[in-house]
């Protein structure tokens, strides 16, 4: 099909969404390596994690098999009120870098939590009206799971209270607002409000939290609370399964328009964005049936692919969560607080852990101050100011749409861009003033932070 | 066509977006009235108005005849990176209201600026740089047409200086840096920066400043930088004309489902929104095609519809602009400062003016407590939560959604949402915090204000 037949953005009809989520686990020859008891180092059965996570999210975890898991209709409804999101073909800023290479993002920043995380927050709020219970708790970072699980919540009038790791609630004050909004609660973490969050101020006076504490919090409430459970936004397997509905579409967008992208890039945190995007492609990948290099760009300061080890480790602070096997810093590893590009998480996705150990995808890491600068000019010739979690993957496909200039490669670019940056001005703020700066951590340090990995044989 | 075959959201293909812009008055029998000279009282000359206009913007604001006028090519293709904008039916709020009225939204807050602002500015941006010219200069109030305009101006690599609103300023600091991401200067209003700031602050230090402030010194530094113009967000009768995509493309995508809608409402400050929003369907009403309720609905802190006087007035403060007949409070009209719910024009557009004096539309007023219940009643089912200038169409819309079910009236209601309400969290919280008042200026307050009107023949 000729170039000009694509439009500027790509949207499905409400009937051409998917209906089914994909679980790529289905797929893999290796399968991810199951989460363990941290006292016995034994694979974690189901009614072990009941006490934490609801029953049906559960069976999700744990199913390596199917594959595919079909969407409640109370989901896909409301998946209608801001989804299809667009596939948008990138004309202006090819136009700009005056590259060969054809760019499009997947766009998950236009609903009101502002980026891809509502596509999960929905799934784990049904789950747990569907189970009856009062309410859930959660962690959040930069505030995008925060926001999109309050807004869930509140959809199915369900409780809502936010541990938010505390540099974010003090750089983000109108998160907050937001999250209110929606009637959720929202603490700074770590907090006096729980015997974890006591300990680790008492350890770290002064310290300006990380998503490993705030998920200690948020477990130790949901487990002492009756009628509560815990949910996750990112890293769990259930996750990536609820996010594979943003590469479904894309894959479903790119084929009526014949597309076969080359390359597939996402920011990668914990890996949800990441992991839902490439998903479809990852399948035919694993299936032999199709090609693609998939990227994942991390911050050189949360290093985790690139830097970190593929061991068993814990996923929270407070070492009372599972043990899971992933590329990861350390539970101790906190990112420096003048880091404010998101994606602080310490460990990484389990399943784009293995599949990044078996080599079907590639990491890269990038300095903070370039990812702000290649989020300006994406801002300023395709509109949309970006989050500076997607301005990692913005920054990559930049840069590989300028090699391509430099080869004349027609490369076919996707990339994920998960949400937007209206919540993050304080951290433009720093880099219009030159005021930001790329502090990565040392191998001393690294090394340090791996001594809290636990002995796992 | 059965309900049950109407998406959630209804998207325009790229091919069916408008091409060119209708502009309203070619169905007027009464036209509206002529700008005037404020020193000598007669209709301006489109000579007279070229220091401060650009040239083909001058002749869209004087062409009271010409019914549609193409849209430049550079422009729709601007257009394309976030038209065209979804027409959203509210289930989800009928369900939770329980009216068997059927509600839709244009929504226009899917783009950076955050608002539909962003028609009209890279209009004129795009003629701005089409005479050459090196820069603008604007006003802002809540920020939107500020931002709106910084990346118009971004995009097309012109200077952007932004008078904005002090009082917005303050409580919108996140505003200044997104409008820097696009290479704009912002200045709180008044400033010491010009003649006419400076005697405003003179004459009433501690002023949180207004629209009218704001537009003077804007005005000022226009037409005494060489190559300069000043370019307005509302108001004028070519910021109508750029607006009237969105009711051309709410009109196509109706009648691609076969819907015809019994009432259109949409919020009013300067009436850049309604204005564009109606314009097809007052059309149709002139020329005694169809008939439709179409309401405006203003705050009851700035009620120029409901309260004002219809007279030519001053459009700004330092009263140096032209004089125009319309609905006015009296250009030293300042709202109280704990009106957060923007709207704080103290005029409104000579067209609309014009069609509410011969009884073509209705307007009403509500007091901001009302109105952000309404956002966040709103916010909660339909996900987007709305700038707090929407909100008050939603709250007009829901009053009208429950009059139905009270009455059993299966009415088709179209309202403007205009924008998102991520910058507004300062409002939100004063609400939330129980702080938020509902003033209303008195009459005598009134009386003084319309003191200022000037003596026209």
Known sequence: MSDNKIPYKIYLNENEMPK????????????????????????????????????????????????????????????KMYRPSPLVRAYCLEEKLGTPAKIYYKFEGN????????????????????????GVTTETGAGQWGTALSMACSYFGLDCKVYMVKVSYEQKPFRREVMRTYGASVTPSPSMETAIGRKILEAHPGTTGSLGCAISEAVEVATSTPGYRYVLGSVLNQVLLHQSVIGLETKAALDKYGIKPDVIIGCAGGGSNLGGLISPFMGEKLRGEADYQIIAVEPASCPSFTRGKFAYDFCDTGMVCPLAKMYTLGSNFIPAPNHAGGLRYHGMSSILSQLYHDGYMEAISVPQTEVFAAAEEFARVEGILPAPESAHAIKAAIDMAKKCKETGEEKTIVFGLTGTGYFDMVAYEKYHDGKMDDYIPTDAELEASFKTLPQVD
């Open 111 to 134: 609903n009101t939590s502002g980026s891809h995380k509502l596509n999960s927050a929905i799934a784990q709020a049904y789950y747990a009206k569907k189970q009856g219970l009062k």
């Open 20 to 79: 089914a989520w994909y679980n790529v686990r289905a797929d893999m020859k290796t399968k991810p390596a199951p989460l363990l008891n941290p006292g016995t180092h034994q694979p974690m059965k189901a009614e072990e994690l009941s006490p934490v996570f609801c029953d049906e999210l559960i069976a999700q975890e744990l199913d390596n098999d199917t594959a595919y898991i079909p969407i409640p209709e109370d989901i896909l409804n409301f998946y």
